[in-house]
């Protein structure tokens, strides 16, 4: 079955740094863009960053851009977050997820299976 299993989250002071992993399984990993989303209590799932299948095509919501980069191994079936100049506002739970084929990319409709979720708490 398909199992994305985020790590790396954590407590962090506002300008410092963290960086996500989702190891990927049950499924070709390869073959799938990838996205992260965050949700505060309360509020709607929001697109942060998006993969293409081959890591050659990268896309980011304006609130993390130039902050944040997307990336993945391919031969380890892992994508990662690296975040840094992190922000009091950037307080979340993140979530690791699989892009459907043949969908968007930023709507959280165009996914299709979803990681635990870890949290990120930024201190100021």
């Known amino acids: 079955q398909v199992q994305l299993v985020e790590s790396g989250g954590g407590l962090v002071q506002a300008g410092g740094s963290l960086r996500l992993s989702c190891a990927a399984s049950?499924?070709?990993?390869?073959?799938?863009?990838m996205g992260w989303f965050r949700q505060a209590p309360g509020k709607e799932r929001e697109f942060v960053s998006t993969?293409?299948?081959?890591?050659?095509?990268?896309y980011y919501a304006d609130s993390v851009k130039g902050r944040f980069t997307i990336s993945r191994d391919n031969a380890k079936n892992t994508q990662y977050l690296q975040m840094n100049s992190l922000k009091p506002e950037d307080t979340d739970v993140y979530y690791c997820?699989?892009?459907?084929?043949?969908?968007?990319?930023?709507?959280?409709?165009?996914?299709?299976?979803w990681g635990q979720g870890i949290q990120v708490t930024v201190t100021s």
């Open positions: 997820a699989r892009r459907k084929v043949y969908s968007g990319s930023y709507s959280y409709n165009d996914y299709d299976y």
């Open positions: 049950g499924f070709s990993f390869s073959s799938y863009a």
């Open positions: 993969i293409s299948w081959s890591g050659g095509n990268a």
